[in-house]
Structures are given as structure tokens and as C-alpha cells.
């Protein structure tokens, strides 16, 4: 079930300020719900999006031109951006649509690494759960927790989890 638009915009706010030039980098954006949100948020902010399936990846290629999606692996995630030439300290802000509690927990764990390898410190990586309970069971070392909040307009309602790079 994609996330409603509510939603993706509780996720969107949560980037808070932005540079210009810091990239927002978009994990599992699926149909592009949050990325079309973080479009009209942040017009003048590059946007790049890793995205595993190929259907969605042609897709988004399609409806959104403005924004780069890369194939792969969200686990992969400093790899991709080096090859792509996008230097790591233009990094904004990471925004996560990934199931991580559904992966198998060594790719979460791979992929929580690569987020925090790629953010600079004092920058957020903002993911939303519909179990905050099963969430904080997560090793999230190098990121600090902020106040969740819950958006009920979702189905099932979830959390939107903000952390910051420490
Ligand atoms: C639950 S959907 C969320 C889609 C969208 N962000 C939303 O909130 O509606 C998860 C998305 O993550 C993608 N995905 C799953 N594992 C991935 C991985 N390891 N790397 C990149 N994308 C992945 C899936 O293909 C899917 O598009």
C-alpha cells in the first residue's frame, strides 16, 4: 500500500532547512509519493532516488525527469553516489521509504551503515515504521533519535522517525 500524501509530507517537513545545492537522497521511493512531495518542497534541491525494482525505476524515469534514479541496492548507497560523481558532503538529508523491518536484517543493518557513511554530521535521515516498538530494536549506531510523530491518515498509521547524524 503506498504511503499517503499526508504522509510523505510529515516526511518532507522533516528535512527542515536546506542549502542550496545540498542533494536530497530519496531511499525506496516506490511510486513516488514522498518524491513528489519532497519536489514540491524543495524545487531547487537536487533530488536522487535509489530504487531496487526495476518497474518502479522505468517508471519514476517516466513521471518525474526532474529527479535521478539510480538502480540498486539502498545497502550500496556510497558506491552509487561515487560513481555517479555526487560528492558525499553535498548530502542534505537521506529520506527512507524502506521496509526495514521486513528485510533480512543483515541488509538493514548494511543500509542503516551506508546512511550514516554518506550523511554529514548534524544532517537527518528521516524514516518512517508502523512498529516504533520493533524499530528501536534496530542498532543505529551514529544516529541520534529526534521526537517521532505519528500520522494517523496513513494506512496502517505510522511514525514518521527522525535522526540526526552524530
Ligand atoms: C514499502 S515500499 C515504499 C514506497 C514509497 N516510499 C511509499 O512510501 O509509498 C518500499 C520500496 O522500497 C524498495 N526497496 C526495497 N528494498 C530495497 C533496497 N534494498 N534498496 C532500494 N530499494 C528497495 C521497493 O522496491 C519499494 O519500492
Redesign the pocket.
Known amino acids: 500500500?503506498?504511503?499517503t500524501r499526508r504522509?510523505?509530507r510529515k516526511m518532507s517537513q522533516a528535512v527542515g532547512e536546506l542549502s542550496p545545492g545540498q542533494v536530497i537522497i530519496?531511499?525506496?521511493?516506490?511510486?513516488?509519493?514522498?518524491t513528489r512531495e519532497l519536489l514540491l518542497m524543495f524545487p531547487d534541491n537536487p533530488i536522487i532516488a535509489?530504487?531496487?525494482?526495476d518497474h518502479?525505476a522505468t517508471q519514476l524515469r517516466r513521471e518525474l525527469p526532474g529527479v535521478q534514479i539510480l538502480q540498486?541496492?539502498?545497502?550500496q548507497l556510497p558506491q552509487l553516489l561515487r560513481e555517479h560523481g555526487i560528492p558525499l558532503e553535498n548530502v542534505g538529508a537521506v529520506v527512507s521509504?524502506?521496509?526495514l523491518l521486513s528485510?533480512p536484517r543483515d541488509?538493514t543493518q548494511a543500509?542503516i551503515a551506508a546512511v550514516v557513511e554518506v550523511l554529514p554530521v548534524g544532517r537527518p535521515f528521516i524514516q518512517?515504521t508502523y512498529s516504533t516498538r520493533a524499530f528501536s530494536r534496530l542498532e543505529l549506531t551514529g544516529l541520534n533519535p529526534q521526537p517521532g510523530r505519528r500520522v494517523w491518515m496513513n494506512l496502517p498509521p505510522a511514525t514518521v522517525m527522525p535522526f540526526t547524524r552524530h
Open positions: 500500500m503506498p504511503s504522509l510523505a530519496e531511499l525506496g521511493p516506490g511510486t513516488g509519493v514522498c535509489i530504487e531496487m525494482n518502479f540498486g541496492c539502498a545497502s521509504g524502506l521496509p528485510l541488509i543500509i518512517f
